[in-house]
């Protein structure tokens, strides 16, 4: 009769199995850390980007007066900047300060091919990339959550993206929040500091009225009074145009970039890295002739607007200059 119940207990499930209570290791002795027995996570110092620059690192702008002063980098400290090649993406999470170089120097050996690219659209000269930030939505976060409202109300990363004529990005920040200005942005990168400088005597950004006239940095005439300056700005638009297209290529390759796919619903912090990671893909993707699917998502531009101090007279004659060979 003990069998027949034994039997029923064990159809109906009624018996359990003992539990079996065993000792537990202790993750955070030292012993296991030393032994390296637990990965303890790093903090790196220096994105690798294969065949572009990156400056995503923390400067200080405390001490600016530029009225985006007070907003500090979403990720400081932990990204700086440097040249690498396709072979070391597979490095991608290994980093290694190199701030002594500098965007000129790192680049010099392809101004003229860019210049060459840019000059074949519609003729305008020594232009060593066009220059451009566009906003990556994310949802609203937990720390200094106003200084990441943009001009429309949305909470988002700027980023700033320097292209050449075929697309490929060259310079990449991605560490400030949305509600700083573009031209903050370029100031206080390792670009604009070497650019203003003198680092290139031969060559130009292009931009939109979004940043200041600079000897290095050439903008649209704000109203163009004479048949030569209408003719610079239409020959200057289609030229930077070449950045609007390479952003919607990039957001249309990646949709999770695209406020067509919604928010990122993650900290600014790994927004940071998710935005870099998309642009090395999207310069292999350029390198490697990947096609698109769909054609490029054109995101709804977000205001810009700012009053700079008068261009000083090597910025206007620059320009001049430029327009009299046009």
């Known amino acids: 009769m003990a069998y027949l119940a034994l039997l029923e207990d064990l159809e109906n499930r ?63 400290g932990i990204f700086g900047h ?27 050996h392809q101004q003229p091919d860019i210049k060459q690219g840019f000059h074949a659209i519609l003729g305008f000269p020594n232009i060593i990339g066009a ?29 700033h993206i320097i292209c050449n004529a075929n697309m490929s990005l060259l310079n990449v920040v991605g560490r400030w929040p949305g509600g700083t200005h573009d031209s ?7 670009v604009g500091v070497h650019l203003q400088a003198g680092a290139v005597e031969d060559g ?26 209408q003719h610079y700005n239409r020959v200057h638009a289609r030229s930077r145009s070449v950045v609007e297209r390479a952003i919607g290529l990039l957001k249309g390759r990646w949709l999770c970039l695209s406020s067509a796919g919604g928010a990122l ?30 054609p490029p998502r054109a995101d709804e531009p977000i205001p810009n607007a700012e009053h700079f101090p008068l261009p000083n007279a090597a910025a206007n004659q620059t320009r001049e200059r430029i327009i009299q060979r046009l």
């Open 184 to 190: 903050f942005i370029l100031q206080n990168s390792s």
């Open 204 to 229: 130009w950004l292009i931009g939109d009225r979004g940043y200041p006239l600079k000897p290095w940095l050439m903008t649209p005439v704000a109203n163009p009074r004479t048949p030569q300056e």
């Open 131 to 159: 220059i451009d930030c566009t906003h990556i939505i994310i949802k609203a976060p937990s720390h200094n959550e106003f200084s990441y409202v943009n001009r429309k109300g949305l909470h988002s990363i700027n980023t």
């Open 82 to 108: 440097r040249d690498i090649s396709t072979r070391d993406w597979r490095h991608m999470r290994h980093f290694t300060a190199d701030t002594k170089q500098n965007y000129a120097g790192r680049q010099h």
């Open 265 to 294: 619903q993650y900290k600014p912090e790994k927004v940071c890295h998710i935005i870099l990671a998309c642009c090395v893909l999207h310069n292999l993707a350029i390198r490697h002739g990947v096609p698109l699917q769909e």
């Open 14 to 76: 009624a018996l359990r199995r003992e539990r079996i209570f065993k000792e537990r290791a202790d993750l955070l002795s030292e012993s296991r850390v030393a032994s390296k027995q637990i990965p303890i996570p790093q903090k790196h110092t220096d994105g690798v980007m294969p065949g572009f620059t990156t400056d995503v690192g923390a400067r200080d702008s405390t001490h600016q007066s530029h009225p985006s002063a007070h907003l500090a980098p979403v990720h400081p």
